[in-house]
T-cell receptor
Framework: DAKTTQPNSMESNEEEPVHLPCNHSTISGTDYIHWYRQLPSQGPEYVIHGLTSNVNNRMASLAIAEDRKSSTLILHRATLRDAAVYYCILRDGNTGNQFYFGTGTSLTVIP | DSGVTQTPKHLITATGQRVTLRCSPRSGDLSVYWYQQSLDQGLQFLIQYYNGEERAKENILERFSAQQFPDLHSELNLSSLELGDSALYFC?????????????FGPGTRLTVT
């Protein structure tokens, strides 16, 4: 599976937008980009995923670079509840669905 | 609430013992996955089932086994437990085994081996 690179930690002020970057320079054409987050003492939670085009849902937006070698998860207005570890994951669309989690980005939201 | 349930929530047992962790997927989901999260290894995929059949596995020790039953619930069996097996065990489910679909995770079972 292709690897992803994320910053270990980021901080954001409450009610401000947050841009969480992810580099995936070895992505293949069939890899989907998934984002999950894990709040303290909870299981991972689905956030968003996409293949080529930018995606929006009620939780966040996913901006995918034109060459697909990087992506950015955008939280439009950070709340204290958004403090979590965010994982960027690539999954091959042809081979299966098990996810390989890296170390993720630990997001701290400052009130 | 993801709709995935796991029991028990906590389990404390001694080395050498055997335990069974149970997972009920979301209604309608046919695929079940097991993950282990420990402090030193992070979140690791163990095994995947789809509609009762094993589909993929990785990082799973021979002392561990799993199955998915006709009603789609799954059980993860851990035997000859060692101190290093202490971890959070998560179950996830998805409607399809393909990667275009998201996975929904349960709250986890915290296993402590003493």
């Amino acid at each position: 599976d292709a690897k992803t690179t994320q910053p270990n930690s980021m901080e954001s002020n409450e009610e401000e937008p947050v841009h969480l970057p992810c580099n995936h320079s070895t992505i293949s054409g069939t890899d989907y980009i998934h984002w999950y987050r894990q709040l303290p003492s909870q299981g991972p939670e689905y956030v968003i995923h996409g293949l080529t085009s930018n995606v929006n849902n009620r939780m966040a937006s996913l901006a995918i670079a034109e060459d697909r070698k990087s992506s950015t998860l955008i939280l439009h207005r950070a709340t204290l509840r958004d403090a979590a570890v965010y994982y960027c994951i690539l999954r091959d669309g042809n081979t299966g669905n098990q996810f390989y989690f890296g170390t993720g980005t630990s997001l701290t939201v400052i009130p | 609430d993801s709709g995935v349930t796991q029991t028990p929530k906590h389990l404390i047992t001694a080395t050498g013992q055997r335990v069974t962790l149970r997972c009920s997927p979301r209604s309608g989901d046919l695929s079940v996955y097991w993950y282990q999260q420990s402090l030193d290894q992070g979140l690791q995929f163990l095994i995947q089932y789809y509609n009762g059949e094993e589909r993929a596995k990785e990082n799973i020790l021979e002392r561990f086994s799993a199955q998915q039953f006709p009603d789609l619930h799954s059980e993860l069996n851990l035997s000859s437990l060692e101190l290093g097996d202490s971890a959070l065990y998560f179950c996830a489910s998805s409607v399809s085994p393909t990667s275009s679909y998201e996975q929904y995770f349960g709250p986890g079972t915290r296993l402590t081996v003493t």
